[in-house]
């Protein structure tokens, strides 16, 4: 069944997960409900602890839920086989991550080109796509570099090409500035705010720092494993601070 266009296409409904340690049990999510738009940037804040990095990986299904349910693009996680749920993540969902997980032997192009060729897409690279992604990530001139030769913040742009050269329907960032200094944070997360205006992405970021969380259309405060309140956000890059004049190599 193809999902509507106006449908959610994230839906997290009664979503729980426990861990076990021996006897005891540890609710790590406990109950959250709520949905993400097509289109629309939401960012889930909340401190260390509060849930918020299993709730990432209950919605990219690289675990599975204790019960509730996820539906990504109108499909449940909860129906799938492993194998399927493999398929779903390569196609349809990119994932940016605090750590760069970059292959220190290959070029930042190979490392991209890796990344495409195990996302299952039949059609090849679209290389004038990747062009215009790594000029609007300033990074066009740094792909025949290995990752020791690349700063940080040049690591994680090159990491969001990474994410999105397979044009997935919703990129899910954790914590992607969590390794980078404030000139570089606020140019990292200015570039994921106008790349989900420019095409059109869904993005869902999990994040300790609410100004980061304010550049999101909605923010959702998660503490004790629950969503606790939500409020709209600044829905602009605008509410960062100016652009830096120089990102720190």
Same mark, same amino acid.
Do not use: C, W
């Given at each position: /069944?193809?999902?509507?266009?106006?449908?959610?296409?994230?839906? @997290?409904?009664?979503?729980?997960?426990?861990?076990?340690?021996?006897?005891?049990?540890?609710?790590?999510? &406990?109950? @959250?409900?709520?949905?993400?738009?097509?289109?629309?940037?939401?960012?889930?804040?909340?401190?260390?602890?509060?849930?918020?990095?299993?709730?990432?990986?209950?919605?990219?299904?690289?675990?599975?839920?204790?019960?509730?349910?996820?539906? =990504? !693009?109108?499909?449940?996680?909860?129906?799938?086989? !492993? $194998?399927?749920?493999?398929?779903?993540?390569?196609? &349809?969902?990119?994932?940016?991550?605090?750590?760069?997980?970059?292959?220190?032997?290959?070029?930042? /192009?190979?490392?991209?080109?890796?990344?495409?060729?195990?996302?299952?897409?039949?059609?090849?690279?679209?290389?004038?796509?990747?062009?215009?992604?790594?000029?609007?990530?300033?990074?066009?001139? &740094? /792909?025949?570099?290995?990752?020791?030769?690349?700063?940080?913040?040049?690591?994680?742009? =090159? +990491?969001?090409? &990474? $994410?999105?050269?397979?044009?997935?329907?919703?990129?899910?960032?954790?914590?992607?500035?969590?390794?980078?200094?404030?000139?570089?944070?606020?140019?990292?997360?200015? #570039?994921?705010?106008?790349?989900?205006?420019?095409?059109?992405?869904?993005?869902? #970021?999990?994040?300790?720092?609410?100004?980061?969380? $304010?550049?999101?259309?909605?923010?959702?405060? #998660?503490?004790?494993?629950? =969503?606790?309140?939500?409020?709209?956000?600044?829905?602009?890059?605008?509410?960062?601070? $100016?652009?830096?004049? +120089?990102?720190?190599?």
């Amino acid at each position: /069944m193809q999902p509507q266009e106006n449908s959610p296409i994230i839906q @997290a409904e009664n979503l729980t997960k426990v861990y076990h340690t021996g006897h005891i049990e540890v609710p790590a999510v &406990r109950g @959250a409900t709520f949905n993400v738009a097509r289109g629309e940037f939401v960012a889930v804040v909340g401190p260390s602890g509060s849930g918020k990095s299993t709730l990432f990986y209950l919605l990219g299904g690289l675990t599975r839920a204790t019960s509730g349910s996820v539906h =990504i !693009d109108g499909v449940d996680f909860a129906q799938l086989n !492993d $194998a399927e749920r493999t398929r779903l993540r390569k196609r &349809r969902i990119g994932f940016v991550f605090q750590r760069f997980n970059l292959l220190p032997t290959l070029s930042a /192009m190979g490392n991209i080109e890796v990344a495409y060729s195990i996302s299952g897409h039949k059609e090849p690279l679209d290389h004038v796509y990747l062009n215009s992604l790594s000029e609007k990530l300033g990074v066009a001139g &740094r /792909m025949k570099h290995r990752p020791s030769e690349l700063s940080g913040g040049e690591q994680q742009r =090159i +990491a969001i090409a &990474r $994410a999105l050269v397979s044009r997935p329907a919703i990129v899910l960032a954790d914590e992607p500035t969590g390794n980078l200094d404030t000139k570089n944070s606020t140019a990292v997360l200015k #570039m994921l705010r106008s790349l989900t205006d420019d095409l059109g992405q869904t993005t869902l #970021m999990i994040t300790h720092n609410p100004e980061a969380a $304010a550049i999101a259309d909605r923010i959702l405060h #998660m503490r004790d494993g629950q =969503i606790v309140s939500v409020e709209k956000g600044g829905g602009s890059a605008n509410v960062l601070p $100016a652009e830096p004049e +120089a990102i720190v190599s």
